[in-house]
């Protein structure tokens, strides 16, 4: 159980267009999915959190209009990075966890390579 | 500020024997505790977590302890397989459905 799933896997894009990523939570309801990013050899660092049918809430300095996150139902997230530019290459993974838990379960990441 | 720290960047440990990951915190109000183990180029992997309430939790091999009072927490891999070879995060919340306060993680290289 608590299958977490993310399309595409990888992505190569080219500079100032538009790339979508799915989250997609497999065997449970999600009410609150969260976007990490990962850049080598350093930690996760939380980019938003959103919850099932409201608006996310994005971490100082992540801006919003960039990445645009939307969660429609309880087992999609999409994170969109608007006018992609080769310093948003990077490896972006989400979350999410179901019900009244602390754990939180990941999806497998998607490689960005803007060029 | 760095509420979680992992201040050791990788730990060398002997097939068969223990592994000791450590984790320090500064916020108070961080009342669960998660570790995380994370391959390259994959998303991280639940292992074990910790309620602010107990000071151990135990499952199989992977052991949690908590010292409140000392803000510190350690997993404790017994015993450590070339497997476990891997990044390990140490994870803190304040609440269910919450954010996740991430470490800066350990690479554990088990040799055989």
């Known amino acids: 159980g608590a299958v977490v799933s993310q399309h595409p896997s990888w992505v190569i894009c080219k500079s100032g ?3 979508k990523i799915e989250c997609r939570s497999l065997d449970f309801q999600a009410t609150t999915m969260f976007w990490y990013r990962q850049f080598p050899k350093q930690s996760l660092m939380l980019m938003a959190t959103s919850n099932e049918g409201s608006k996310a809430t994005y971490e100082q300095g992540v801006e919003k209009d960039k990445f645009l996150i939307n969660h429609a139902s309880l087992t999609l997230s999409t994170l969109t990075v608007t006018s992609a530019h080769p310093e948003d290459s990077s490896f972006y993974i989400c979350s999410a966890t179901g019900g009244k838990t602390y754990e939180q379960y990941f999806g497998p990441g998607t490689r960005l390579t803007v060029t | 500020d760095q ?3 992992q201040n050791s960047p990788s730990l060398s440990v002997q097939e068969g024997r223990i592994s000791i990951l450590n984790c320090d915190y500064t916020n108070s109000m961080f009342d669960y505790f998660l570790w995380y183990k994370k391959y ?12 602010s309430i107990k000071d151990k939790n135990e499952d199989g091999r992977f052991t949690v ?3 409140k009072s000392a803000k510190h927490l350690s997993l404790h891999i017994v015993p450590s397989q070339p497997g476990d070879s891997a990044v390990y995060f140490c994870a803190a919340s304040t609440g269910a459905n919450s954010k996740l306060t991430f470490g800066k993680g350990i690479t554990l290289s088990v040799r055989p």
Not at chain 2, 43 to 50: A, K, N, Q, V
Request: no cysteine; hydrophobic share 45%.
């Open chain 2, 40 to 51: 390259p180029a994959e998303g991280p992997t639940f292992l074990i977590s910790i309620s």
């Open chain 2, 3 to 5: 509420q979680v720290k």
């Open chain 2, 65 to 67: 302890f908590l010292n």
């Open chain 1, 17 to 19: 267009t538009s790339v």
